[in-house]
């Protein structure tokens, strides 16, 4: 027998947390840089500077749910700093102390990157960034103490659940080509992808069934942002796991919540944990139902008003152009709005409003915004929740 028979629980159902791209940056690394904070509010809408309220305020519903793992599928830092992943990985063991086993697995942010680095008064300040060993090696309580086979050409590892279930635990960003991935998307490397191929027939062979976590997105999430996103060969990568029967897949990546089909597979990409509405996933998980559904954080600020803040410079270039003033507040209210719900993952219950509000008539007039008439059209696609999902499992 290629594999050993260790399972995590005996248990027939089970509960797992999933959250993705805490983006965890040590405070020690900015805290001298009054313009750090600042220049989050024209970022992408991570509340980095609130990264151990939210991790702590994470670990406290985590700790009172008592599930029977914790997932976090990637992006655990901020941009892969040594002490950013020592810090995390020790605030983590707050939980597993509790007898919660928790795994991670890398993202593109976590190593080799090339933008590691700290903010200082004046100047940026040089950090080490972390390679593949050293990622094994700071996480060796936190996912691979649980392996039942590991790949030793990169950070992927098997954890079988229960009698039922093996969770694949995968190492989707290429670490010889790290310099590449941050823009690049991920991909599994030919010895990945053997090593995964192997552990499906395995996994068949023992009549279990097999779920897959990665930190790249296995189906496109997004017509319009979907670069970067999806994993490499993403087509042939689904219809393998269709072959074996993957029921879901946990990612992350695109920092928005977002459930997506694929050859019959759901994606389920968990939004950043520091998004709003900072939130993460509970799955219940028998040998007949899988549901799944989100909670959100509170912390000392809202959510919802940062992640509006931060929108609304972003687009503030692009919409000064729109002259008339009472058009320019209305189209930028429909677009904030429209822009939280979908990253929240229910614009599914605003589509009517939204169609039906001033501004979404008036971005319909306005020549020079096609790409935000774009973008607003492909949100508005969406027409089920993403905040929540119910399956029947076929074995
Ligand atoms: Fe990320």
């Known amino acids: 027998m290629g594999c050993q028979s260790k399972i995590l629980t005996e ?12 983006h965890y ?3 020690d690394y900015y805290q001298d840089c009054e313009w750090f904070e600042e220049s989050m509010l024209y970022g992408d809408g991570k509340m980095v500077t609130y990264g151990d309220e939210i991790v702590n305020a994470f670990i406290k519903a985590v700790i009172k749910e008592k599930p029977d793992i914790v997932l976090l599928t990637g992006d ?3 941009n892969g700093e040594i002490g950013s992943h020592q810090q995390l990985a020790q605030l983590l063991t707050q939980i597993t102390k509790q007898n919660i086993p928790v795994a991670v697995i890398p993202g593109n942010h976590d190593i080799d990157n090339i933008y590691t680095k700290g903010y200082g008064q004046d100047d ?5 960034n972390i390679d593949a060993q050293t990622f094994r090696e700071i996480y060796h309580n936190l996912g691979y103490q649980l392996a039942s086979a590991t790949h030793a050409g990169s950070l992927s590892y098997r954890i079988d659940l229960n009698d039922d279930y093996v969770l694949l ?4 960003n290429a670490h010889e080509l790290t310099k590449m991935t941050l823009g690049a998307g991920g991909f599994f490397t030919d010895s990945t992808m053997q090593w995964l191929k192997q552990q499906l027939s395995d996994i068949q062979s023992q009549g279990k069934i097999p779920l897959v976590a990665m930190h790249h997105n ?11 996103y999806t994993i490499q060969d993403h087509e042939s990568i689904a219809e393998l796991f269709a072959e074996y029967h993957v029921p879901f897949v946990l990612s992350g990546h695109i920092h928005c919540q977002n459930i997506r089909e694929i050859q019959g597979i759901y994606d389920i990409a968990s939004s950043s944990l520091l998004d709003a509405p900072l939130q993460y996933g509970i799955i219940e998980l028998d040998n007949q139902n899988m549901n799944y559904h989100t909670e959100s954080l509170q912390i000392s600020v809202d959510a919802n008003d940062y992640f509006d803040q931060v929108t609304s410079h972003r687009f503030a270039d692009d919409f000064q152009k729109i002259t008339d003033e009472k058009k320019r507040v209305a189209i930028e209210d429909v677009m904030i709005k429209t822009n ?4 929240t993952g229910n614009i599914n219950e605003y589509v009517d409003e939204i169609k039906q509000s001033q501004g979404y008539q008036y971005l319909q007039e306005e020549e020079n915004l096609a790409f935000y008439q774009q973008y607003l059209e492909s949100m508005l696609k969406e027409t089920a929740s993403s905040q929540q999902l119910s399956l029947t499992i076929e074995k």
């Open 11 to 22: 248990k027939t159902s089970l509960k797992i947390i999933v959250a993705s791209d805490l």
């Open 25 to 27: 940056f040590l405070k």
């Open 76 to 78: 655990l830092t901020f």
């Open 124 to 128: 940026y300040f040089d950090v080490d």
């Open 169 to 172: 635990m995968m190492d989707s």
């Open 218 to 228: 296995l189906a496109i999430h997004n017509e319009l942002l979907n670069e970067g």
């Open 340 to 343: 939280r719900y979908y990253f």
